[in-house]
């Protein structure tokens, strides 16, 4: 009977096993939203929704790129992932997870895949992988020159943007790597263009957090003075329950959080207002000459005394890590409040001198705030670097660098580079002078008035710079650990060019001329040794900067500026000399033109000598008619053509006959007598007399051909012996020229690839055949 209970209660345990397993609970993916674009490299956010039902365990929410919005082995695996807590019951969870697009990852559109096992969703709208980042900001404008929006309604999107407002429309979630914090500035500047209900929409996010009726207020509204002239602050009260501060009596920072993140946010605070008090604020006065405007006078909420607000929140979703805000009314010489999003992690220091930095350019009269929004994001990383240069999250914002074809003006956190390399040129001081510029300058205009020498001197050099290895030194690699390198349109590190001369004795190579404004253009090339001669044609442009960074055979290295050396050659004496690599260096200066690409700047190396030719020749002239029959023989060894330099950067070549050794004779009959001279040997004048040249030019016209031309004249006399019946004589003549290039009607010979000058030539010197020539030649290039 015991054993039958036994079985019974096994038999019972055995169906009820699979009958428990069958009410288990299950975690889907219900949806994954996706930012419109994402940079390769770099790390783009994502909206997961997962639906639970039941009791289940923890999972992990895993990301791919797919292009076709199904799960399968072409798809590529995003780093990252959202936990979902183990729980019981049925619902829905929103999460939200931060991803990193490989950097391999091929440019184009992606379908995000948001899966839980096999469970997967794919976002509704495809994601754009591209080389730089493209935000929100580049989003509205493509929409607004397209006629899609109107500016103002792009305005409102970038707020959203900025704010993780949910009302941001899906096309205009740009990648979260592009995000702008001065955006509440251009809306203050552009306030009288936005219609009523958009300065509603608008205006909570000009009130403090702590204040009642802000962005950050569980039930915001936006006051009847929202319609008005200038942007107004919902409330000038205190919200009153929750919020706390710490400051220093004296001190020029408060610092606020919520009540409910105490245990986040207290002990930070403390930390981070003492790096504002005693490093911050200093490093930043000494360079601006000015600090942040008191609020005091503020007829909004503005903390109860004059001191500069930072608010620590947690509002979800939002697109900046901080927002740096004036008080309505004005976009310039006005106070200024800064709001850290801090639902994912607190702000650290660098963050806080970044924004800061924000509150003192609110500080300077700006006669366009809107004009100079990515300029104060690179002044601002770059304030941050400055107060804490070790702590190099700046490094992070490399693209500009990568990117030389991009213009400094579309340039904004990425663009800290180049106020890093005027404080290296200049001195940091050089910022309080742009910015003073800027009270009646707008944008670029403001660099160029303010750096010394202006932008037509600072940016070359700064182009120099940014070449960022050999033979550049310092670099920003030097300086700041900083190793990012110009990269070309395949998003790869633009290598040298190996330059051999081949067959035919020479070669070019072309590079495109920087085309945005404030852009750069680089060409890095590697000569053959049978390289000798290296000429570079520049097309004439008045915004156009060019520099030679040449690595020489002997090891030095030298910087060359050929700005205005249209045609520059180089071609030294000396081997050592010579150019073994070249980077090219061209930069645009303009503020605001396109440079013209009809013409490109043209390297051009052959083997061409540089110091001498040295060589041998031969020739005969026969002279045959009724009363005449004479024959004139001589060779030449030993010849030397040297170069003459003119120091003008002429394209042709030209070398003076420095000397050689002659063996020459003449014999034969003239009017019934017989004439001999020689053989005899004569040394040739010394060049300034023997009147010899060899010519050389490697471009004619529109022709790129290698020509030459070869002539002596000014020889010696010689003593020549007439016998006839009635007696002997003896006068002196004119041995012929010994070599000439008489090719007619051009005169010139074709150089052949090895660079040898070797040929030969003849021709009728008179009249119907009564007198010809031969002439032959062979010359070499020495060293």
Not at 213 to 242: E, I, L, Q, V
Not at 542 to 565: P, S, Y
Request: glycine letters at 10%.
């Amino acid at each position: 009977m015991r054993a039958k209970c036994i079985l019974a209660l096994t038999l019972v345990c055995a169906v009820a096993g699979p009958a428990a397993g069958a009410q288990a609970g299950t975690v889907k993916v219900r949806s994954v939203s996706a930012p419109r674009t994402a940079t390769a490299g770099s790390a783009a956010d994502a909206n997961v929704t997962v639906a639970r039902r039941g009791r289940t365990r923890a999972a992990a929410v895993s990301f791919y790129l797919s292009a076709d919005g199904k799960r399968d082995a072409h798809d590529v695996r995003a780093k990252g992932a959202a936990k979902v807590a183990k729980g019981r019951g049925s619902g829905t969870t929103r999460l939200r997870a931060s991803l990193n697009i490989p950097a391999g990852q091929p440019l184009g559109d992606y379908r995000l895949l948001a899966c839980i096992g096999k469970s997967c969703a794919a976002s509704r709208s495809a994601m754009g992988v591209t080389r730089t980042p493209v935000g929100t900001r580049e989003l509205v404008d493509q929409a607004v020159a397209a006629g899609k929006l109107s500016p103002q309604q792009g305005l409102i999107y970038r707020v959203f943007a900025a704010f993780g407002d949910r009302r941001l429309p899906a096309a205009y979630a740009g990648d979260d790597a592009a995000h702008e914090d001065t955006i509440m500035r251009e809306v203050a500047e552009s306030w009288q263009q936005l219609s009523a209900a958009q300065r509603r929409q608008v205006q909570p996010f000009f009130t403090p957090p702590a204040a009642k009726g802000s962005w950050a207020s569980a039930s915001s509204t936006a006051s009847a003075s929202a319609a008005g002239a200038a942007p107004a602050c919902s409330s000038a009260k205190f919200a009153g329950r929750g919020w706390r501060s710490i400051a220093r009596r004296g001190g020029h920072v408060r610092i606020w959080w919520h009540a409910a993140q105490q245990a986040r946010f207290a002990k930070q605070a403390q930390v981070l207002l003492a790096e504002a008090d005693d490093n911050i604020w200093r490093k930043l006065w000494d360079v601006f000459d000015r600090e942040p405007l008191p609020d005091g006078g503020e007829h909004c909420f503005h903390g109860g005394d004059a001191k500069l607000d930072v608010y620590l929140t947690t509002r979800s979703g939002a697109g900046a890590k901080a927002v740096t805000i004036s008080y309505p009314g004005s976009c310039s010489e006005t106070p200024a409040f800064i709001v850290f999003n801090s639902g994912g992690s607190a702000p650290n220091r660098w963050e806080l001198a970044h924004e800061m930095t924000h509150a003192i350019q609110y500080a300077f009269p700006m006669a366009s705030c809107a004009a100079s929004a990515n300029w104060d994001e690179a002044v601002a990383t770059w304030g941050a670097q400055y107060v804490y240069p070790r702590d190099d999250q700046e490094h992070r914002f490399n693209w500009f660098m990568r990117e030389p074809s991009e213009g400094l003006a579309d340039a904004s956190y990425d663009g800290w580079v180049f106020p890093y390399a005027l404080e290296q040129l200049y001195g940091p001081g050089v910022m309080r002078r742009v910015y003073e510029a800027a009270a009646t300058q707008r944008g670029m205009h403001a660099l160029d008035a303010g750096i010394p020498g202006g932008l037509a001197k600072a940016y070359p050099e700064f182009a120099k710079l940014a070449w960022n290895h050999d033979p550049v030194k310092p670099s920003f690699w030097e300086w700041d650990g900083f190793d990012p390198v110009p990269e070309d349109e395949h998003g790869t590190e633009i290598a040298p060019q190996q330059v051999d001369l081949g067959a035919a004795g020479q070669a070019e190579v072309d590079l495109k001329l920087p085309q945005k404004p404030l852009s750069r253009a680089y060409k890095q090339l590697k000569f053959g040794p049978e390289v000798r001669n290296i000429m570079v044609r520049t097309p004439y442009d008045a915004d156009r900067r060019i520099e030679l960074l040449l690595k020489l055979r002997n090891g030095t290295t030298k910087t060359v500026d050929i700005a205005k050396r249209p045609a520059p050659v180089f071609c030294p004496e000396s081997a050592g000399e010579r150019v073994a690599e070249m980077v090219v260096v061209a930069s645009n200066v303009s503020t605001f033109r396109q440079m013209q690409q009809d013409r490109p700047i043209r390297v051009r190396a052959n083997n061409f000598g540089c110091s001498k030719y040295v060589g041998s020749g031969s020739g005969v002239e026969r002279t045959h008619y009724a009363s005449r029959n004479t024959v004139e023989k001589w060779t030449v060894t030993n010849l030397v053509y040297q170069r003459e330099f003119t120091g003008d950067d002429s394209t042709n070549f030209s070398y003076r006959l420095m000397g050689g050794t002659v063996n020459w004779s003449f014999s034969g009959t003239m009017d019934g007598c017989t004439v001999s001279a020689g053989p005899t040997t004569f040394q040739l004048p010394p060049g300034d007399r023997s009147g010899g040249y060899l010519n050389l030019q490697p471009d004619l016209g529109q022709n790129m051909g290698r020509r030459y031309t070869l002539n002596t004249s000014d020889l010696p006399a010689v003593k020549l012996t007439e016998v006839c019946p009635e007696g002997t004589y003896s006068w002196d003549i004119k041995p012929h020229e010994i070599l000439d290039t008489w090719n007619w009607p051009t005169r010139f010979f074709d150089m052949p690839g090895n660079g040898i000058i070797d040929g030969e030539n003849s021709g009728d010197e008179a009249t119907g055949g009564a007198r010809d020539v031969e002439f032959h030649w062979h010359l070499e290039p020495e060293g």
